[in-house]
């Protein structure tokens, strides 16, 4: 018999409260399947999923095969995210550096948009992950009514409502909010470092730089040149013996 989730009182958060205003560049840009029209468009959508999930994906964290079953309609973007979600990367990255409480924020921040509501919703979704495993946790976020009345099955998840009109700074992006790591482990990799800075920069605005050509370009080059030093030896009349010899004569 399956343990059902445990009970949470639901929060007033910025996407709980209906948005009124026009969308325009502060709002998050919604990246679906839905008004595909070229190749190159898909190309954008896998770059955004990976951001949401991953924040940057390398060449060894892309999922070659998913992309490509992605390309050819066989999934759609919820599987997509799914199959990211149970990713080495994932698991690598966000799993094992980090508790259960704190690897469940990171999910429900990736892929319901949101955070957490409370301590009791990271210990409900913790015994999914004690209960379920990780495959358990991705199916029941996926599956639950928030993400499918909010994103479907063809839209990328984004952080809801992350800017407010009315409000002079929004929401931090959850990657700089939630970093990889937690304190713990950023401790056992020495972060953060102190890095002393012994030279002062300083700032030249763009119009003052020297461009190609100044002589100023070529001041450290013409210092850096080794002339010969070598000064020839004087001689004085009293070291040469013969020197009327020495003196040519026309004959």
Same mark, same amino acid.
């Given at each position: 018999?399956?343990?059902p989730?445990?009970?949470y009182?639901?929060?007033?958060?910025?996407?709980?409260?209906?948005?009124?205003?026009?969308?325009?560049?502060?709002?998050?840009?919604?990246?679906?399947?839905?008004?595909?029209?070229?190749?190159?468009?898909?190309?954008?959508?896998?770059?955004?999923?990976?951001?949401?999930?991953?924040?940057?994906?390398?060449?060894?964290?892309?999922?070659?095969?998913?992309?490509?079953?992605?390309?050819?309609?066989?999934?759609?973007?919820?599987?997509?995210?799914?199959?990211?979600?149970?990713?080495?990367?994932?698991?690598?990255?966000?799993?094992?550096?980090?508790?259960?409480?704190?690897?469940?924020?990171?999910?429900?921040?990736?892929?319901?948009?949101?955070?957490?509501?409370?301590?009791?919703?990271?210990?409900?979704?913790?015994?999914?992950?004690?209960?379920?495993g990780?495959?358990?946790?991705?199916?029941?976020?996926?599956?639950?009514?928030?993400?499918? $009345? %909010?994103? !479907?099955?063809?839209?990328?998840?984004?952080? =809801? +409502? &992350?800017?407010?009109p009315?409000?002079?700074?929004?929401?931090?992006?959850?990657?700089?909010?939630?970093?990889?790591?937690?304190?713990?482990?950023?401790?056992?990799l020495?972060?953060?470092?102190?890095?002393?800075?012994?030279?002062?920069?300083?700032?030249?605005?763009?119009?003052?730089?020297?461009?190609?050509?100044?002589?100023?370009?070529y001041?450290?080059?013409?210092?850096?040149?080794?002339?010969?030093?070598?000064?020839?030896?004087?001689?004085?009349? $009293? %070291?040469? !013996?013969?020197?009327?010899?020495?003196?040519? =004569? +026309? &004959?």
């Amino acid at each position: 018999m399956a343990i059902p989730l445990l009970s949470y009182a639901p929060k007033s958060q910025n996407q709980r409260v209906a948005g009124y205003e026009t969308p325009g560049d502060e709002q998050p840009r919604t990246y679906t399947t839905d008004n595909i029209l070229s190749p190159g468009d898909m190309g954008v959508l896998i770059e955004a999923a990976y951001r949401q999930i991953f924040f940057h994906a390398f060449k060894w964290d892309r999922e070659v095969a998913l992309e490509s079953q992605l390309r050819n309609g066989q999934i759609t973007v919820r599987d997509f995210i799914r199959g990211l979600l149970l990713s080495k990367t994932y698991y690598n990255s966000f799993y094992e550096k980090n508790s259960n409480y704190r690897f469940v924020e990171h999910c429900v921040q990736k892929v319901l948009g949101r955070d957490v509501y409370s301590e009791r919703e990271k210990i409900a979704w913790s015994i999914v992950v004690a209960n379920k495993g990780i495959a358990g946790l991705a199916d029941a976020l996926l599956n639950s009514e928030e993400y499918l $009345s %909010n994103f !479907g099955y063809n839209t990328v998840p984004y952080q =809801r +409502r &992350r800017i407010l009109p009315g409000r002079a700074q929004g929401e931090l992006p959850f990657n700089i909010k939630s970093p990889r790591y937690d304190a713990y482990h950023r401790a056992q990799l020495g972060f953060p470092q102190i890095v002393w800075q012994m030279e002062v920069k300083s700032f030249v605005p763009q119009d003052k730089r020297a461009k190609a050509g100044d002589p100023s370009l070529y001041k450290s080059l013409a210092q850096g040149i080794n002339l010969p030093t070598s000064v020839p030896p004087r001689v004085t009349a $009293s %070291n040469i !013996g013969d020197y009327e010899s020495k003196v040519p =004569r +026309r &004959r």
